[in-house]
């Protein structure tokens, strides 16, 4: 009995985590991720974006905002705040994935990336602000969010345990494509916004590029994404990312049909800070299609070897 008690106690006495703990955790680091864009967003969205002006500290004079700054200066050190938060559940999340009884060092290394990745996405918070708001910078602020949305996501599947399904490589080979096509359409909506109206401050400059012109090229290529995620649902037919794949369809139409909404209504404020989650759910249902489809093998290679294989006999 204590041999037994002393085998599930180790580092300073707590017990090894569970997969479902694990799993938990690295849910938790998708959670907190997409929570921080939103947040981010609402930022940019309330004019915020310099409620403190200057950074790490708030102002030259003090690491808190003071009264003068008004709401601004709440919104802007609130979701400074919320970083912290992040930063504790991702460290809660690599150190889970460390003690884990089932893990391995390409675990560790993916946990420790995300824990690693997000005090440098600060880092580029602060270059936002030290810039005024550069839109190009801000672009990469959020595609660093987002990246970090697929990788927490890719932590959970990988915890989960890989699918011994083969599928062909042609259906790899587009859903590959189409995770790509998904990145384009991601960073083009970053290029939208930023010469559009919600720069974050009344004096932040924009990209100078026309938004009505960008829009449209945005629109484009979410056409050939849809496309692409159609061909997807119809080469994975009969497969258990067949489910994935409609979701994702499904997921890029609802996102898809907001963009509009939102592009003829003169982008209010909710329907942005929604668009900027729905972004955040599509890279995590197509990383989660591209993890079961890509990192399987190939079911024509299966067949070769097979064939090979009764040949010999």
Same mark, same amino acid.
């Given at each position: 009995?204590?041999?037994?008690?002393?085998?599930?106690?180790?580092?300073?006495?707590?017990?090894?985590?569970?997969?479902?703990?694990?799993?938990?955790?690295?849910?938790?680091?998708?959670?907190?991720?997409?929570?921080?864009?939103?947040?981010?967003?609402?930022?940019?969205?309330?004019?915020?974006?310099?409620?403190?002006?200057?950074?790490?500290?708030?102002?030259?004079?003090?690491?808190?905002?003071?009264?003068?700054?008004?709401?601004?200066?709440?919104?802007?050190?609130?979701?400074?705040?919320?970083?912290?938060?992040?930063?504790?559940?991702?460290?809660?999340?690599?150190?889970?994935?460390?003690?884990?009884?089932?893990?391995?060092?390409?675990?560790?290394?993916?946990?420790?990336?995300?824990?690693?990745?997000?005090?440098?996405?600060?880092?580029?918070?602060?270059?936002?602000?030290?810039?005024?708001?550069?839109?190009?910078?801000?672009?990469?602020?959020?595609?660093?969010?987002? #990246?970090?949305?697929? $990788?927490?996501? @890719? =932590? +959970?599947?990988? !915890?989960?345990?890989?699918?011994?399904?083969?599928?062909? &490589? /042609?259906?790899?080979?587009?859903?590959?494509?189409?995770?790509?096509?998904?990145?384009?359409?991601?960073?083009?909506?970053?290029?939208?916004?930023?010469?559009?109206?919600?720069?974050?401050?009344?004096?932040?400059?924009?990209?100078?590029?026309?938004?009505?012109?960008?829009?449209?090229?945005?629109?484009?290529?979410?056409?050939?994404?849809?496309?692409?995620?159609?061909?997807?649902?119809?080469?994975?037919?009969?497969?258990?990312?067949?489910?994935?794949?409609?979701?994702?369809?499904?997921?890029?139409?609802?996102?898809?049909?907001?963009?509009?909404?939102?592009?003829?209504?003169?982008?209010?404020?909710?329907?942005?800070?929604?668009?900027?989650?729905?972004?955040?759910? #599509?890279?995590?249902? $197509?990383?989660? @299609? =591209? +993890?079961?489809? !890509?990192?399987?093998?190939?079911?024509?290679?299966?067949? &070769? /070897?097979?064939?090979?294989?009764?040949?010999?006999?």
């Amino acid at each position: 009995m204590g041999v037994t008690t002393k085998a599930k106690r180790s580092w300073l006495g707590l017990r090894q985590p569970t997969e479902t703990s694990v799993e938990r955790w690295a849910w938790a680091a998708v959670v907190a991720n997409t929570v921080i864009i939103l947040t981010g967003g609402l930022v940019r969205l309330t004019g915020s974006g310099l409620g403190c002006p200057t950074w790490p500290k708030c102002t030259d004079n003090s690491f808190v905002p003071h009264r003068e700054l008004g709401f601004h200066g709440v919104i802007e050190f609130g979701n400074r705040m919320l970083t912290y938060v992040l930063i504790a559940v991702v460290v809660a999340t690599f150190v889970a994935i460390w003690r884990w009884s089932r893990t391995s060092r390409p675990l560790r290394r993916l946990a420790a990336l995300i824990a690693l990745g997000v005090p440098f996405q600060g880092v580029i918070g602060g270059i936002t602000v030290l810039t005024d708001l550069n839109p190009w910078i801000v672009s990469l602020h959020l595609l660093l969010s987002l #990246l970090l949305v697929s $990788a927490s996501v @890719l =932590l +959970v599947v990988r !915890v989960r345990g890989a699918t011994p399904f083969a599928f062909a &490589t /042609r259906a790899r080979r587009l859903v590959l494509a189409t995770y790509g096509m998904l990145w384009v359409v991601v960073y083009l909506g970053t290029v939208v916004t930023g010469s559009g109206p919600h720069a974050g401050d009344d004096e932040a400059p924009r990209n100078m590029l026309d938004p009505q012109v960008m829009s449209h090229v945005h629109a484009v290529a979410v056409y050939v994404l849809v496309a692409l995620t159609l061909g997807c649902c119809l080469l994975l037919r009969g497969t258990p990312a067949a489910r994935l794949a409609g979701g994702l369809l499904v997921a890029e139409l609802a996102q898809g049909t907001l963009g509009f909404v939102q592009y003829f209504t003169d982008l209010p404020i909710a329907l942005v800070a929604a668009h900027l989650v729905g972004a955040a759910v #599509l890279v995590a249902v $197509a990383t989660r @299609l =591209l +993890v079961e489809v !890509v990192a399987s093998r190939s079911s024509e290679v299966t067949d &070769t /070897r097979a064939s090979a294989s009764t040949s010999s006999h």
